[in-house]
Each structure stands twice: as structure tokens, then as C-alpha cells.
């Protein structure tokens, strides 16, 4: 069974940065892509990044140009660098690792941005 630890959550203040990890208990090379989801209080759950096998990355347009989704293979990790927060950020945040067949998520690491 594929265990993913996500840390790095926290309180900060409006236009800080933190960066998140996920370490996962299996090569990362073997997924087809991992991503970062989360899910604030009273809504959906939402997409924020992934990154693909081959490096490739997507973002949704909430946090394009201010979030860095990456990877370290050698560490079985992958990152999200957070710049500019704003409230509106503040959530649990996911990892996800999707396989050919099988997809996996961690426990989330809260982020709170407040003032």
C-alpha cells in the first residue's frame, strides 16, 4: 500500500509564502502524475496542480503565476511552493498520486493565511 505524508502547513499572513511536501513510500516515477487538491470549509473539493511523469505541470487559474508545483524523484517527493497567499487560500491541502489503475491521497496538512 502507497503511503503519502504531506507537511509544511501552517498559519501565515497574507502575502507570505510556504512551501509543501509530500513524501511518498513508493518511487514517484511510477505514477503518472501527482497533484496537489484542497479543500476549504464549506466547498468543494479543488485541483490545484500536477505534475506529470516527463516534468510537465498544470495549475488551475486560481493560483497560476503565485504557486510552483515540483518534484524530487531521488526523495520520492514532490512540492508545492506557495508565494502571495491570500485568505481566500486557506484549506486543506491533498497530495495525490494517480497510477495506471490505483489512485492515493494523504492525510492533508492544513494551511491558514490570516492576518
Known amino acids: 500500500q502507497v503511503q503519502l505524508v504531506e507537511s509544511g502547513g501552517g498559519l501565515v499572513q497574507p502575502g507570505g509564502s510556504l512551501r509543501l511536501s509530500c513524501l511518498s513510500s513508493?518511487?514517484?516515477?511510477?505514477?503518472?502524475?501527482m497533484s496537489w487538491y484542497r479543500r476549504a470549509p464549506g466547498k468543494e473539493r479543488e485541483l490545484v496542480a500536477t505534475?506529470?511523469?516527463?516534468?510537465?505541470?498544470k495549475y488551475a487559474d486560481s493560483v497560476k503565476g503565485r504557486f510552483t508545483i515540483s518534484k524530487d524523484v531521488a526523495k520520492n517527493t514532490i512540492y508545492l511552493q506557495m508565494n502571495s497567499l491570500k485568505p481566500e487560500d486557506t484549506a486543506v491541502y491533498f497530495c495525490?498520486?494517480?497510477?495506471?489503475?490505483?489512485?492515493?491521497w494523504g492525510q492533508g496538512t492544513q494551511v491558514t493565511v490570516s492576518s
Open positions: 495525490n498520486a494517480a497510477a495506471n489503475i490505483d489512485t492515493y
Open positions: 505534475i506529470f511523469r516527463y516534468g510537465s505541470s
Open positions: 513508493m518511487s514517484i516515477f511510477r505514477f503518472n502524475n
